[in-house]
Every structure is written in structure tokens, then in C-alpha cells.
């Protein structure tokens, strides 16, 4: 930074460039404290060839080494993807109510979001609603908050849930990914795919009636289906609960319908066809 920079210039350079980071989806610390790396002493250079010392002892035979130093504890190794779906699986089997399955996934270190994210996003709204939305994961928001669907998509969701005679205290809301991925980038398959028995789960104990899948990753995740969402949003389907089965229909995601307007008359269909569902 030019050093020619008053305080206040300086203060406005780096609150700019936070915001700049911000944007790039830079917004994760990865260590709980900050490090001055210019205060640290400078680690001292390698010499460009080893002390002869070094290399005869590595060049002897094994058991006329001189002792080695104990190695660091090793860090613990995380599960492979397939054991981490298997133990999702079991661990969502095992939760008998909605409160033992949140209980459950605080404590589940299968994955790997749960690292960068602040915290849990269990469900908002009410469990014993007749309608279940289901959105993707969490964005910056609902990660502070710990609520599904609170920021700008959320609040498109209230009045969209509005213009039908809906609100939280009638619906219940959750996503696939209950921990926001870093930058707010999609869940990967894999990451999807680790958080689906507890998705499933939750809604076998809530119970809904009426499914309702936002955005394609959501629908494609639970619906089974691989065309795109335009392709396949209003049309009604088969949801398997476990306990069983129910009316299932995908819709656009709120973000998408925030960056692209014009398919809010899509939308509107999908939610009269909703309102209709329920009064039928
Ligand atoms: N988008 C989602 O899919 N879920 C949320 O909770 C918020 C935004």
C-alpha cells in the first residue's frame, strides 16, 4: 500500500478491497485467528546443498540411524464420499423426530461444508404445514441467521407464499445442503449426495402433503429426474416419503426468478397450481 496514503485513504483502500473480496466471494476465514506474517521471523534459507552430516546419516543403513524425532500427531483423516453417505445414512435412519435429526446432523462430520459455514440451517416455517419447500443451501444470509430462505430469494419466497394466502407459519422450508457453501457456489454431486439421507429423512418425519422443489439441483436431487427445470417445472409428480406417497411438483428457484423477471408468470402458475393442490 503506498505509504504516502493518509489513514483515512488507507482505511477506504482496504474496506474497498474487502469489498472487492466480498464480491469475488472471498468471504471465508479459514483460521479462527489472524497471523502476522510480517512480524514472524524469516524462516531461514535452505542451503543449496545438505550438511554432509544429513547425507551420510540418510545414506546409512537403517538400524545405525540416529534417532528420528517424534512426529506431530497426524490430523484426523477425513471419511471417503461413500463412507460418509453410508454413516449420513445410518446416522439420518437412527433420528426419530425432526429434533433428534438436527441434533444428529450438529454432531455429523461427514461433511465438509460444515468447516467454512457458521452454522447449521436446519428448517424455518412449521413442520406440521401441509406444504414442504425445499431449496438448495443456505447462502450468506441464512448462514448468519441459521434460517432457510431470509435473504433476497427469501423474501421473494414470503410473497410469493403471500399471493396464495401462505406464510411461515403454515409452510415448512429446508434445503438439500443444510451448510452454505463457500462463495455460495452450488453443492457439488458429491456433497448433494452426502446430505440426501438427511434431506429425505426430514421430510419423512414432517410429513408434508405437497412437495415443493425450488431450482433444478433441489428437483433433480429429490424428483430423480435428469432434464432441465424449465423443462420440467409445473408438472406434477410422485414423491416416495417412506411412510408415503405424496404430490411432488419442481419450480424455478427464487434467486433465478430475482436475475430473470420475465419467468415470474411461470412461477405464478406453479404456485396457483399449489393453492389449488391444497384446496382441493
Ligand atoms: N437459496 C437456497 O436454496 N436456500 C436458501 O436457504 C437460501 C437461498
Not at 146 to 175: C, E, H
Request: proline share 9%.
Amino acid at each position: 500500500m503506498n505509504a504516502t496514503l493518509d489513514k483515512a485513504s488507507r482505511d477506504t483502500a482496504a474496506a474497498e478491497l474487502l469489498a472487492f473480496y466480498a464480491e469475488a466471494g472471498v468471504d471465508a476465514m479459514l483460521d479462527e485467528t489472524p497471523h502476522n506474517r510480517f512480524g514472524e521471523p524469516a524462516a531461514e534459507a535452505a542451503p543449496a546443498v545438505r550438511p554432509k552430516s544429513q547425507v551420510s546419516d540418510e545414506r546409512r543403513p537403517a538400524r545405525h540411524r540416529a534417532p528420528q524425532p517424534s512426529a506431530a500427531p497426524a490430523a484426523p483423516v477425513p471419511p471417503s464420499p461413500d463412507e460418509a453417505v453410508m454413516a449420513a445414512r445410518e446416522a439420518a435412519r437412527s433420528a426419530a423426530t425432526l429434533d433428534d435429526l438436527r441434533a444428529i446432523l450438529m454432531r455429523f462430520e461427514g461433511c465438509t461444508l460444515k468447516a467454512s459455514a457458521r452454522q447449521l440451517v436446519f428448517a424455518d416455517g412449521n413442520p406440521e404445514g401441509r406444504v414442504m419447500f425445499v431449496g438448495e443451501a443456505p447462502g450468506a444470509e441464512e448462514d448468519r441467521e441459521g434460517l432457510p430462505f431470509v435473504g433476497r430469494s427469501g423474501k421473494l419466497l414470503d410473497q410469493m407464499l403471500k399471493a396464495i394466502g401462505l406464510d411461515r407459519t403454515g409452510v415448512y422450508i429446508a434445503n438439500i445442503v443444510p451448510w452454505r457453501p463457500p462463495g455460495n457456489r452450488t453443492p457439488t454431486p458429491q456433497e448433494m449426495a452426502i446430505c440426501l439421507p438427511f434431506i429425505l429423512r426430514q421430510i419423512e418425519l414432517a410429513d408434508p402433503d405437497i412437495l415443493v422443489c425450488m431450482g433444478g439441483p433441489s428437483s433433480q436431487t429429490l424428483l430423480g429426474f435428469k432434464e432441465g427445470i424449465r423443462r420440467m417445472r409445473g408438472n406434477w409428480m410422485t414423491f416416495h416419503t417412506g411412510k408415503r406417497e405424496i404430490r411432488a411438483l419442481p419450480t424455478f428457484h427464487p434467486a433465478y426468478l430475482l436475475r430473470t423477471p420475465l419467468e415470474k408468470r411461470f412461477a405464478w402458475r406453479d404456485f396457483l397450481a399449489i393453492r389449488k393442490a391444497l384446496d382441493a
